[in-house]
């Protein structure tokens, strides 16, 4: 439990954080979601035997370990998205492509009926050995999202990515796939 703890202590010491076009009810929101949804997964992992990271229910599907080095991968992918999408000016006239709200994303992202197939470049290598490595491995991630999102002062609503799982999105909903992200798979 101390492992776990300690890992939080640079969440609390965090200062505020800045999302542009965005009120800070729904910032509040935002963090809060994305500070559950990494303590829900720390809390499960570290409840686990060292045995059951590595189990694998059918051979098709994903361990413990597999699916939380997919989520890591995932969210250092989207953060490189926002790292490219910087590179040219936050441009408006985007917005007309998105079909999609908010809170659709986060039901999309979070509903169980349907399979999706990861990307290629996020499917788990089978690296994390054990419970430390993943904490470690999703851990270092998640931090990683949390100062881009502690210190971020772009226009994150005028920059735009196209998700295979929701269609075109802004750079603020792509925050939300992080806790949905998760959510969704600690429900496997």
Same mark, same amino acid.
Request: proline share 6%; net charge positive.
């Given at each position: 439990m101390h492992f776990i703890a300690s890992c939080f202590i640079q969440i609390r010491k965090a200062k505020q954080y800045i999302l542009p076009l965005v009120n800070p009810h729904i910032q509040s929101r935002i963090y809060g979601q994305i500070n559950i949804s990494r303590h829900n997964l720390l809390t499960e992992i570290e409840e686990l035997l060292e045995a059951?990271?590595? +189990?694998? *229910?059918? *051979?098709?599907?994903?361990?413990? !370990?597999q699916i939380?080095?997919?989520?890591g991968l995932a969210e250092m992918g989207?953060? @490189?998205?926002?790292?490219? /999408? +910087?590179? !040219? *000016? !936050?441009?408006s006239a985007g917005r007309k492509e998105i079909n999609v709200t908010d809170e659709?994303?986060? @039901?999309r992202l979070t509903n169980r009926s349907g399979k999706v197939q990861s990307p290629e470049m996020i499917k788990p290598t089978g690296s994390l050995n054990n419970i430390k490595q993943a904490i470690i491995f999703f851990t270092n !991630?998640?931090?990683?999202n949390i100062e881009f999102i502690q210190t971020t002062t772009e226009d994150l609503r005028n920059r735009f990515w196209q998700h295979p799982? /929701?269609? /075109?999105?802004?750079?603020?909903?792509?925050?939300?796939i992080i806790s949905a992200h998760c959510e969704r798979l600690q429900h496997r």
């Open positions: 059951r990271l590595s +189990f694998k *229910p059918a *051979p098709y599907k994903w361990s413990v !370990a939380v080095e997919h989520i989207i953060r @490189q998205i926002a790292q490219q /999408t +910087f590179k !040219a *000016p !936050a441009d659709q994303v986060r @039901q !991630a998640r931090n990683k799982a /929701t269609g /075109t999105i802004d750079l603020y909903q792509a925050i939300l």
